[in-house]
């Protein structure tokens, strides 16, 4: 009975040691994976804080429009006679660019001129009759009367055949002709565009908030996409009195010059306007600040032997996200 007792103890014994040899092995495997799942040794860079000169500014989006331009067109009906313009040539101002048949017009122009040049004469034989009491002043009454109405129709005619020439109303750039030689025109048919280039608006819209920070005269810088490496300074020339009811933005106009005629109306642009004084601020980069909920934070390097890493409070004011280089 005893032997039988020392036997089952010892076996217990075994069974206990097994699980827990097995229960260390496996304790240690954890430990090894874990210790091979340690995050991996992080290469940074750094950058040093240093005090510049920072420029508050306005950004506006736009769209440039010329200071003067229309598509010209007539206001009678006809067919082309003749053409006097290229596609992208500049004008002047009065220049003739394109006629239409006047044949019949001009007739008719010429019968009632020679319809009152014969009332002229009749009016100034009366007026010496008149002179004589050869005839009643109610006769030279008539035939001035008639003389006047003669004078109006030539005017008249003299009118509609001018309406007949399209002239440049204003010195500028054409663009591409919309019409060819005998073609038939309805009354208002686009004939070509007509743009005064330089110098040329931008329009764009602020917050209502930025009124007391604006005025006429103030310096600007547009940028455009299409020439990336290129700013274009002009300054703005007027400020709408109203502000947009839906959006509480406010219009702003400012003029570019353009000698080059690189900007044409329609394109977008980007509107910088620097407000105040420059500052003097320590500036990071931008890269280099982390923002979220509770503000915006740096890493700071220690100076001591031993690389550590603190993190810095978060900055006051909160950094602008715009910036290429921000204050902290």
Same mark, same amino acid.
């Given at each position: 009975m005893?032997?039988r007792m ?10 206990l040691g ?11 495997k ?8 340690a995050?991996p040794?992080?290469?940074i860079s ?6 510049t000169?920072w420029?508050?500014?306005l950004?506006?989006v736009?769209t440039l429009?010329?200071v003067?331009?229309?598509d ?5 009906a ?8 290229n596609s992208?040539?500049?004008v002047?101002?009065?220049q003739l660019?394109?006629?239409l048949? $006047?044949e019949?017009?001009?007739?008719k !122009? =010429?019968?009632l001129?020679a319809v %009152?040049?014969?009332?002229?004469i009749t @009016?100034e034989?009366?007026q010496k009759?008149?002179s004589v ?8 009454d008539n ?6 109405n ?7 005619q003299?009118?509609l ?9 204003f010195?500028?750039?054409?663009g591409?002709?919309?019409?060819d030689?005998g073609?038939y025109?309805?009354?208002?048919t ?5 743009q005064?280039l330089?110098p040329?608006?931008v329009?764009?819209?602020l917050?209502?908030q930025?009124l007391?920070?604006?005025k006429v005269?103030?310096?600007v810088?547009?940028?455009?996409d ?5 700013t274009?300074?002009?300054e ?6 109203r $502000?947009?009811?839906?959006s509480?933005? !406010? =219009?702003i106009r400012?003029t570019? %010059?353009?000698p080059?005629?690189?900007? @044409?109306p329609g ?6 306007i620097?407000v105040?004084?420059?500052?003097k601020l320590?500036?990071?980069?931008q ?13 700071i ?7 550590s ?5 978060p900055?006051s004011?909160p ?5 290429t280089?921000?204050?902290?």
């Open positions: 005893i032997k020392l036997i089952m103890l010892i076996a217990v014994g075994v069974v097994g699980i827990f040899a097995f229960k260390a092995f496996v304790n240690t954890i430990k090894e994976v874990m210790a091979g799942m995050n040794t992080q290469t750094t950058a040093k804080a240093v005090a000169d420029q508050s500014r950004q506006g736009g429009r010329a003067r331009g229309a010209l067109s007539l206001e009678l006809g067919i082309v006679d003749t053409i006097n313009f992208g040539d500049d002047k101002a009065g660019l394109l006629r048949r $006047v019949d017009d001009v007739a !122009l =010429q019968s001129q %009152a040049e014969l009332a002229k @009016l034989r009366d009759q008149l009491k050869a005839i009643s002043q109610a006769v030279v035939d001035t009367a008639a003389y006047k003669d004078m109006a129709q030539v005017a008249q003299q009118a055949l001018d309406k007949k020439s399209l002239k440049a109303p010195a500028g750039h054409l591409i002709r919309q019409v030689l073609q025109l309805s009354a208002g686009p004939i070509v565009t007509l005064a330089d040329i608006y329009d764009f819209f917050p209502q930025a007391s920070q604006l005269g103030q310096p810088t547009a940028k455009i299409a020439y990336p490496d290129l274009f300074p002009g703005i020339t007027a400020i709408n009195p $502000v947009e009811a839906a509480r933005n !406010l =219009q400012a570019l %010059a353009n080059d005629r690189k900007l @044409l394109m977008y642009a980007t509107v910088d620097d105040g004084a420059p500052q320590v500036t990071l980069p890269t280099t600040i982390t923002y979220n909920a509770y503000g915006s934070t740096v890493f390097v220690d100076d001591k032997a031993s690389p890493f603190r993190r810095a409070r900055s004011p950094v602008p996200r715009a910036a280089r921000s204050p902290f």
